[in-house]
């Protein structure tokens, strides 16, 4: 992203939320904030992380940001960007940037929502959720989120130490039920024996822990899983439960042929959309805000069988997720799409074309930067001297 700095824009924006890890959070932050950054706002930085992991790119700017001084009259907006629950700060006019995985929207969830002056959410499935439930004089803003297209391009060479003549799908996120860590594995073993030339990298963690225990957890439940669903054996299965530097990750990315992502509820998706700006097309839930960017031409579609509560079939250790309906992906449509991406290798390669063209083209964070930037002078201009 090359951003032309504006030195006559002396707009002052508190920005709260966290920034120092590799979580998709995280990213969504830094994408956003360093945008505005470069556009010349006048940031501040309220970090809700301490630990500053290696390699992370733009750490400097961003310990910067959160080395200037705050005073409890200065006349600014404030954007939180936070998981729920999430409270305003300081400042003239509070935004809630948030992401709502469900369909429906937990009363808790609102009730939030209704303590900003403005909410903005990344995608439509979010808007379409959100409006009719909080209140109506609040401003409700999609500002999506984006991808560093110079880092994450199709040009990028595969990890060597990775590489397989395999075909390779690939799952990357938290491993969780919400992301169908279920459906993934019974549909692997479903559609493919070990006698297949085929593998899954599962580049996952479990809730934020440690290499070690998430490598315990995630093959204690994929052992649970084959028992479940009487599976005797499975395809190659390569778990990396590693945080790779923001340098190191495209090229762990572009080991895969196709993404495999079943998920039950997403505000974004990122690591699908990373792959798909690589030219790796992904199989995922065509309900989401996977869904802005993810279409036919370019990827392929997994229906939503129906919409069910999510805890009534795992435990849920978020608040907002209890008693809410989330996606329930159709599996033989899963595995159909796993096997037509596997057997028509040409048809692949096109819409690995035709994503990372689509993601150029429309969701750099440049798209998104300036999407943000038109909303806030917006804000400004109908809410004289906040800026």
Known sequence: MIFKRNQQRPSKLIWFGPVFSYSGFAQHNRGILLGLDRLGYNC??????????EGLKDKERLKELAQKKITPDIEAICINLIPPPALPLW?????????????????????????????????????????PVINKTIPLKIVPEGVDTIIWNPMTIRNRQYISDKFTFMFSGDWSYRKGNDLLIKAFGTVFSKNDNVRLILHAHYQGNDKDKSIKRILEEISYYMKMFNMKSLPEIV?????FSDAELPSIYKLADVGLFPTRGEAWLLPAIQMMSLGVPVITTAYGGQTDFAKDFCSYQVKVKEFRQMDKYCQCDVDFYRGQMFAEPDFDALCKQIKHAYMNRIELMN???SSALEIAEKFDWEDSVLIADKQLKEINSMHKGLL
Request: with cysteine.
């Open 239 to 243: 778990l990396m439960c590693d945080h």
């Open 91 to 131: 400042g003239k006019y509070t935004i809630l940037y948030t992401t709502l995985e469900s369909k429906t929207v937990h009363e808790g969830f609102i009730n939030r929502c209704n303590q900003y002056d403005e909410v903005w959410v990344p995608c439509k499935d979010n808007f379409e959720s959100l409006r």
């Open 351 to 353: 819409k690995g074309r």
């Open 44 to 53: 501040y930085l309220v970090p809700s992380e301490t630990h500053i992991p």
